[in-house]
């Protein structure tokens, strides 16, 4: 059966650089992303609003096609990643990239071991800030206004919904997490950690 391991943190937390290098070191595990499935992004500024107000119940936050995908794994079957096109192939490992671990109730069940990584809201957001930045350098045809623009109208949902989002997100997902993660370690660090700690829990899983 195949072991499957949630990542979660805030935005700029690093979450996909930790799926990365974590299913490098488990021999190739597969990767699944949430991202590639959720249409919560898509949401107007309006009904975020909304959706706060009522209280961010993150199971209102739709993924058509996660489930049958978690599920496909786990028996052994090949999947489509919708965002690339390119198989994803069962194996002894799947890591889940997965910013609400078990607080999204359609896939917890699922999920064997959720990793919490732990980080400074303000680090990550300073994290996030540089990579939109580095981006923005990488394109020549990229205009400095636009981009600014752009920045402004970001870092103003930030504040008025982001932000709190995030604060929800910690206290609900941290809670149920497995393995907490300073996410201010080097990433090699990270990775040798979570390995120990998730062999710990195999072994117990796999004795009871």
Known sequence: MTFVIAVAAPIGGGKTALVKGL??????????HFD??????????EELARWLAAGADFNELRA???LSALQALQRGEPVTDP????AI????????????GR?????????DAVIWLDIPLDVALARKLRE?????????SEDPREFLRWLDAYLDQYTEQVRAILRLQKQRVAAGAD???????PPHALIADARQALAGIRAMRERG
């Not at 939109?132 to 350098?137: G, H, M, R």
């Not at 393995?179 to 370690?185: A, F, K, N, T």
């Open 23 to 32: 299913a490098q070191a488990l021999n190739g595990a597969s990767t699944l």
């Open 83 to 86: 965002a690339s096109g390119q």
């Open 64 to 66: 058509p096609g996660l």
């Open 89 to 100: 192939l069962p194996g002894d490992y799947l890591i889940l990239e997965m910013p609400l």
């Open 36 to 45: 590639h499935y959720e249409l919560a992004t898509r949401k107007t500024p």
């Open 179 to 185: 393995i907490v993660l300073d996410g201010l370690q």
């Open 132 to 140: 939109f930045t580095a981006q923005a350098l990488a394109d020549e």
């Open 103 to 111: 607080a999204y109730a359609e896939t917890a069940e699922l999920i």
